[in-house]
């Protein structure tokens, strides 16, 4: 993890890497995939449920993307 951390900063060392960068690379938990034993899709930012996992991961991620959207709207406005 710290050689692709130094390649992407390109430092030649290990040494070298800034420690806010590796903070930034873990990002807190956005979607939770629960295959058991409700299968469902969690956003925990809107707080939005979809009960039919199988759906989600076929690609219908509208209902996630327009309550992503509904949120945002909210906050700036």
């Known amino acids: 993890m710290e050689l692709v951390i130094a390649m992407e900063q390109g430092i030649p060392e290990v040494g070298g ?3 806010e960068a590796i903070a930034n690379m873990w990002k807190p938990e956005t979607i939770r995939y629960v295959f058991h034993p409700n299968r469902l899709v969690q956003d925990v930012r809107t707080s939005i449920q979809l009960p ?3 759906s989600t991961l076929d690609g ?3 209902p996630l993307i327009g ?3 509904s949120m945002r709207q909210q ?3």
């Open 52 to 54: 039919d996992l199988n």
């Open 17 to 19: 890497i800034k420690r």
């Open 75 to 77: 906050q700036n406005g």
């Open 67 to 69: 309550a992503n959207i």
């Open 60 to 62: 219908n991620i509208e």
